[in-house]
């Protein structure tokens, strides 16, 4: 928590948060109940998309749940909901992580960006977004933000990936549909792109 | 043709919120006072409910309420039901909970006690046809459009399962042609027994619902194929009537046929919700849309393929035990028969049909239904057909290649038009195929190249269908499109023929969707890969009309004959002098105080009750255009596809990489590029996942399925595919479409797991596993000559 906020403004920012946000005021009441003795703090800070976020999280919540239930950030998908399928990849100080697959509180601290922290402030969007729309790479579109993530955090590694390293890259992440040679298309489009324009983001 | 449209790729306006995250799916809502539903689902394969005491569950602080089968429409077996006293597989939903969070609602589900009597089960055909196998069900073991008890002899069984020509009767046959004639005028005669896997659909997506109640109406946010489709069976489902029912499909994660209309956990949080007056909200795991999920028919089957000396097909003798799992489904053999029929053109052929039920996942229509399968077993066979005749795989191919001529099913109906032999020579063209086959068992060190050819068929087409448009006095047009958003972009891309007669700029179009209230017209079911053709068909209709209408405005306001008049440049002009004319915006707003049939006031009567609803709604907001698709079609409307792949085969680990894949389409003229592009590597990538790897498997002594997570059904990630798929079309147009087209999406996948599975074949000096999947085991136990490590028509085997 940041030391010039004060308890109350916290609590009622959280409530704010909450409702702003995809869960409904009796999914924060309810949580609010269970609080086990001795446990973590609950009402944590958490920096996501560059944003501090005050957010109230259970002991055992996931990130995946933090971010879509909580925070509203339903961009972050639930595919498997067990680490399997990458729908809700998530960069963690620039690395991909399964937010499914990892505990809210130990994210403190640490810059978590979704797929909604890719645009820039004016709004335009991440080249990795724009050329999965001009490769037309997603179809169903579900799996699309963690395709979206995985790509955008291989670029910043690699600014120049071969297909195939594209390929191992994005491995993590699975697509029904079979839009991999769609989505490959748009890493390599946007690699190119962001070379030449001398953005590595 | 210079086209502004068609044959041109676009942005689709649902893609934005895919690459941001905005794109909200059905689990994306959240409504005020909206709780969490959970479901009881069966530990048993088989069972009657006893006794359900849930008093300790709803003394729990938070819970809200339970639904039970009493408390939702009844339904008679084998129709899916939406909660069941008769759990007919592991994993059928009983009951729900619904709690103010999930948490609760699941910690309720503990706290209730289900009385359960266990009943006998099955989960292989094969045992439920034994003399004293058990049925699926207490109707009856088979489902041949009506439920009953079939048994066959013991040595009907024995036959059977050893691969031998069939002797056990079939419930459903159909016939034409000589069969005897046939196979007495063949050269070659092949019998090979197979199996087919019948895996799950597994979209990324678990069909998530939310439902509430408001004045009235009930508010479902569900994730469907189809868009209008949807609509009267689901306001049935739920006891209503249509025009209380608000249906939003905006996006739908997946689908592949398992969310073609109104399924039954789609109804659940209405009857919920109207019973507990809350909003509900139910959210499937990952493990239980393998349960609802649906799966694909599984074949177990026989055939016997008669060849003449040039290679034609002279006669298919087909029988196939079909499982259907526990409910209602079984087309697929059918299906299978029909593309056979069509895509050898056999002078005669026979299909017998035995359609068992099994305690196992719910089984539907999965991309492709039957034909599919079918690709995967015939063939292979006509390239061992070709090796017994000294013949080149493909040439064989081409000598039975339908053309426009072709017939198809037992009546031997004609279709609207086909170019098979084109897209082979087309793609043998591009794909380099006389050089590639040369390499065909070429050794280096432990691999060895394959190289392979397969064909796919569906049928691809609809008619009957409505269409709206709308010209609004800001001069744009709308584009109302009842078609399902499934990731396909049908649902935009076949309104662009309504855009390319009335010759508007896609700027000034704007496209409704996705939302009952969006004024949607009725469409087709978004499956069976009819879109394309039948819409694009629809929307031609609605805009002729809006076309027509315009004139006769211009006319009247300008003088003349309707006939006189023409559009360009979103303006409608007298032909006589140009100078003279409405721009579009001038006309909508003309229509707007005529009234009547050009603003929507009034309506042709044959169209669809869904789509009088939506004129109902638009009267007075424009031009209206609309209209029943009454086109004439000559017949079956085939969407063809042919695969060539070359693989590398690692006979020591019995694993293969794919080094090079081309799909071509022949599916009339190419409407949307970039989404033709898309569905034909897609189709690749599930073609290969039959081939080769997607896994359905249950343990016959306690009917648990063994492949409820992704990393046991195993469907293809980016590295069990080509780094990259190439694709080509033949693009003639089909005479029956307004716009050229025909549908495809189903056919990409059976040429690809075909020419995959000829490829391996061709490996290993033309071997075939008439199986699928061909795992690495499989390769391994042949290469090695120690045999396989189960029956050959043996299912649920690892």
Redesign the interface.
């Given at each position: 928590m940041t030391s010039n906020l004060s308890r109350r403004r916290f609590i009622k920012s959280v409530i704010a948060s909450s409702a702003a946000?995809?869960?409904?005021?009796?999914?924060y009441?309810?949580?609010a109940e269970?609080r086990p003795a001795g446990s973590v703090e609950r009402l944590v800070t958490l920096n996501i998309n560059g944003r501090k976020r005050p957010v109230d999280v259970m002991p055992q919540e996931t990130l995946a749940h933090t971010l879509?239930y909580k925070l509203g950030?339903?961009?972050?998908?639930?595919?498997?909901?067990?680490g399997?399928?990458g729908?809700c990849t998530v960069l963690v100080d620039s690395v991909t992580h399964y937010a499914c697959s990892m505990l809210t509180h130990s994210v403190r601290g640490r810059a978590v960006t979704?797929?909604?922290g890719?645009?820039d402030s004016s709004g335009a969007?991440h080249p990795v977004?724009q050329a999965?729309?001009d490769?037309?790479?997603?179809?169903?579109?579900?799996?699309?933000?963690g395709q979206?993530v995985a790509a955008v955090a291989l670029l910043r590694d690699n600014p120049n990936p071969t297909?195939?390293e594209a390929?191992?890259a994005?491995?993590g992440?699975?697509?029904?549909?079979?839009?991999?040679?769609?989505y490959?298309n748009g890493v390599l489009t946007a690699a190119k792109r962001m070379r030449s324009m001398g953005q590595i983001a | 043709m210079n086209r502004m449209h068609i044959g041109k790729?676009f942005?689709?306006p649902?893609?934005?919120?895919?690459?941001?995250?905005?794109?909200?799916?059905a689990?994306?809502?959240?409504?005020?006072?909206?709780?969490y539903a959970r479901l009881y689902t069966s530990p048993m394969p088989h069972a009657r409910v006893k006794n359900i005491d849930a008093e300790a569950a709803l003394a729990m602080e938070?819970v809200v309420g339970i639904l039970t089968a009493d408390d939702v429409y009844p339904t008679e077996a084998p129709a899916p039901a939406l909660l069941t006293n008769e759990p007919v597989y592991v994993g059928d939903p009983i009951l729900a909970v619904a709690a103010?969070?999930e948490?609760?609602a699941e910690d309720a589900l503990k706290k209730i006690r289900v009385d359960l009597e266990p009943l006998p089960f099955v989960v292989d055909p094969v045992d439920s046809l034994r003399p004293k196998g058990a049925s699926a069900r207490l109707e009856g073991n088979i489902y041949p459009r009506e439920m009953r008890e079939m048994r066959w002899a013991g040595s009907d069984v024995e036959r059977f399962v050893s691969g031998q020509e069939p002797t056990g009767p079939a419930p459903t046959e159909w016939s034409y042609g000589d069969l005897e004639a046939g196979f007495d005028n063949a050269e070659v005669v092949l019998e090979e027994s197979f199996v087919t896997t019948g895996y799950a659909h597994?979209?990324?997506?678990?069909r998530s619902v939310l439902s509430y109640w408001q004045n009235g109406k009930c508010h479902v946010y569900g994730s469907t194929q189809s868009q209008s489709f949807v609509v009267p069976f689901l306001a049935r489902m739920l006891g209503i009537e249509q025009k209380d029912l608000v249906f939003i499909a905006e996006?739908?994660?997946?689908?592949?046929g398992s969310k073609i209309s109104a399924y039954p956990v789609l109804a659940l949080p209405g009857y919920f919700s109207r019973k507990i007056g809350r909003p509900v909200m139910l959210r499937i795991?990952?493990e239980e849309e393998y349960y609802v999920g649906s799966a694909r028919v599984g074949f177990q089957g026989w055939i016997k393929a008669g060849f003449t000396k040039t290679g034609r097909v002279s006669a298919v003798d087909l029988y196939i035990v079909q499982d259907l799992g526990p409910k209602q489904a079984g087309g697929d053999a059918s299906s299978a028969g029909g593309a056979v029929s069509i895509l050898y053109q056999p002078d005669a052929m026979r299909l017998r049909d035995v359609p068992v039920l099994t305690n196992t996942t719910p089984r539907g229509p999965q991309r492709g239904p039957g034909q599919n399968q079918i690709a995967a077993v015939f063939e292979p066979m006509m390239d061992k057909a070709a090796q017994a005749l000294g013949l080149d795989p493909l040439d064989m191919r081409r000598l039975n290649a339908p053309d426009s001529s072709a017939t198809l099913n037992a009546n031997q109906g004609p279709i609207t038009s086909a170019y098979m032999e084109e897209a082979l020579l087309k793609g043998a063209e591009l794909f380099n195929w006389s050089e590639r086959i040369k390499r065909a068992g070429q050794r280096n060190g432990s691999k060895v190249t394959g190289v392979g050819v397969g064909q796919g068929y569906h049928s691809a087409g609809a008619s009957g269908y409505d269409g709206l448009v709308r010209l609004t006095p800001d001069g744009k047009l709308h584009l109302h499109s009842g078609v399902g958003n499934?990731?396909?972009?049908s649902y935009a891309s076949t309104t662009r023929a309504a855009a390319e007669l009335l010759k508007v700029n896609w700027d000034n179009c704007v496209l409704h969707y996705g939302n009952t209230e969006e004024h949607l017209p009725w469409s087709s079911y978004q499956a069976g890969s009819n879109t394309t053709f039948t819409h694009t068909r629809a929307n031609h209709v609605a805009a002729e009309d809006l076309l027509n209408k315009m004139k006769r405005i211009a006319a009247e306001a300008l003088g003349g004959d309707p006939g006189n008049y023409d559009v360009a440049d979103e303006r409608v002009f007298d032909t006589r002098n140009a100078a003279r004319g409405l721009t579009y915006a001038e006309v909508a707003a003309r229509a707007v105080s005529l009234g009547g049939e050009y603003s929507g006031e009034s309506y042709p009567e044959d169209i669809h009750e869904v789509t009088q609803r939506a004129v109902q709604g638009l009267a007075g907001s424009g031009l209206i255009g609309v209209g029943k698709d009454k086109l004439p079609v000559r017949g079956t409307v085939p969407g063809l596809t042919v695969g060539f792949a070359e693989i590398e085969l690692d006979l020591e680990t019995g694993k293969h990489e794919i080094i090079d894949f081309l799909a071509v389409a022949e599916c009339g003229t190419v409407v949307h590029p970039?989404?033709l592009?898309?569905q034909l590597?897609?189709?690749?990538?599930?073609g290969i996942g039959m081939a080769s790897l997607e896994r359905h498997v249950y343990d016959p002594q306690n009917g648990l399925p063994a492949s409820v997570?992704?990393?046991q059904t195993k469907?293809?990630?980016?590295?069990d595919?080509p780094?990259?798929?190439e694709w080509t079309a033949v693009d003639i147009a089909d005479p029956d479409n307004p716009v050229g087209a025909r549908g495809v999406g189903e056919p990409a996948m059976g040429s690809a797991t075909a020419a995959i599975l000829c490829a391996l074949s061709s490996a290993l000096g033309g071997h075939l596993f008439n199986r699928t999947p061909v795992t690495p085991d499989l390769i391994v136990n042949h290469v090695s000559g120690q045999g396989q490590s189960f029956d050959p028509m043996a299912i649920n085997s690892f």
């Open positions: 946000g995809a869960s409904s005021a009796a999914w009441s309810a949580s269970d879509r950030l339903t961009g972050t998908k639930l595919g498997c909901n067990r399997e399928c729908a979704t797929v909604e890719l645009q969007l977004q999965f729309i490769e037309l790479a997603p179809q169903c579109g579900y799996c699309t933000p979206v297909r195939e390929r191992q994005l491995s992440n699975l697509c029904r549909c079979g839009a991999y040679d769609h490959l | 790729d942005i689709p649902d893609i934005h919120g895919k690459v941001t995250g905005k794109a909200k799916y689990e994306d809502y959240a409504v005020d006072g909206m709780v938070g103010v969070d948490k609760t597994m979209s990324m997506e678990p996006y739908c994660g997946g689908g592949f795991t990952r499934l990731g396909t972009y970039q989404g592009a898309g590597r897609g189709g690749a990538v599930w997570g992704y990393y469907p293809p990630s980016y590295l595919v780094t990259s798929t």
